[in-house]
T-cell receptor, first 109, second 114 residues
Framework: GQNIDQPTEMTATEGAIVQINCTYQ??????LFWYQQHAGEAPTFLSY??LDGLEEKGRFSSFLSRSKGYSYLLLKELQMKDSASYLC??????????WGAGTKLIIKP | DAEITQSPRHKITETGRQVTLACHQT?????MFWYRQDLGHGLRLIHY???????NKGEVSDGYSVSRSNTEDLPLTLESAASSQTSVYFC?????????????FGPGTRLTVT
C-alpha cells in the first residue's frame, strides 16, 4: 500500500527554526509537494521537489532524498502566522497526489 | 484574477437525501479533482477529471458521482447521503499533472449529514 508519515503535531518558538519530516512509500515517484493549510482554510502550495537536494524559497526550504523516501520542510525565523498544518504529498506513478495527514505546527511567543 | 470557487460553503442535510456540491474554476484547467478531508486522515481523492466528458474514480468514490460537461465545472453528487460522508470537501484544479504544477484549491464545503 501507499503510505506517507509525518508527525501529528509540533511546537516551536517565535523566531526559531523548525524542521518537519515526511517519509513515504508510494507506487512510483513523480515529485513531492509541501502545502500549508491554516485552520478552516484551503491548502496552499509551498514547494516542489523532484530531484535530491535542497530547494530554498525565502524563509522556507524543502529537502528530498529519493533513496531514503524522505523529505523535510525547514521553516526559519518563525512568525506567529506560520501556525498552521503542513501537508506532505507525493505524486505517484499514476500522477495522483498521495497525501500525508499533516503536521500541526504551534508557534509560541 | 483566476479563481476556484465552491458552493455552498456549509450544508446540513439528512441521511438519504441527494446533495450536490458545486465547483467552478476560471483557470481554464483541464484537470479537476474532488477530495474529502477528515481528522487524522490526509486528503483523500474521491473523483477526478482530465477534461470535458472525462471522469475517473478515486480512492473513496463509493456513494459519490461527478460529471464534466464543460471545462469550468465539476459538480460532486452524493446519491444518498450517509453520516459517514460528514466531512470537509475540497475541489482543486491543475494545469498539468506532471512537473511542478501545483493544485489550486477551492475554499471547501463543510457538509454535515444528520
Amino acid at each position: 500500500g501507499q503510505n506517507i508519515d509525518q508527525p501529528t503535531e509540533m511546537t516551536a518558538t517565535e523566531g526559531a527554526i523548525v524542521q518537519i519530516n515526511c517519509t513515504y512509500q508510494t507506487s512510483g515517484f513523480n515529485g513531492l509537494f509541501w502545502y500549508q493549510q491554516h485552520a478552516g482554510e484551503a491548502p496552499t502550495f509551498l514547494s516542489y521537489n523532484v530531484l535530491d537536494g535542497l530547494e530554498e524559497k525565502g524563509r522556507f526550504s524543502s529537502f528530498l532524498s529519493r533513496s531514503k523516501g524522505y523529505s523535510y520542510l525547514l521553516l526559519k525565523e518563525l512568525q506567529m502566522k506560520d501556525s498552521a498544518s503542513y501537508l506532505c504529498a507525493v505524486l505517484d506513478s499514476n500522477y495522483q497526489l498521495i497525501w500525508g495527514a499533516g503536521t500541526k505546527l504551534i508557534i509560541k511567543p | 484574477d483566476a479563481e476556484i470557487t465552491q458552493s455552498p460553503r456549509h450544508k446540513i442535510t439528512e441521511t438519504g437525501r441527494q446533495v450536490t456540491l458545486a465547483c467552478h474554476q476560471t483557470w481554464n484547467h483541464n484537470n479537476m479533482f474532488w477530495y474529502r478531508q477528515d481528522l487524522g486522515h490526509g486528503l483523500r481523492l474521491i473523483h477526478y477529471s482530465y477534461g470535458v466528458q472525462d471522469t475517473n474514480k478515486g480512492e473513496v468514490s463509493d456513494g459519490y458521482s461527478v460529471s464534466r460537461s464543460n471545462t469550468e465545472d465539476l459538480p460532486l453528487t452524493l446519491e444518498s447521503a450517509a453520516s459517514s460522508q460528514t466531512s470537509v470537501y475540497f475541489c482543486a484544479s491543475s494545469e498539468k499533472l506532471a512537473g511542478p504544477y501545483e493544485q489550486y484549491f477551492g475554499p471547501g464545503t463543510r457538509l454535515t449529514v444528520t
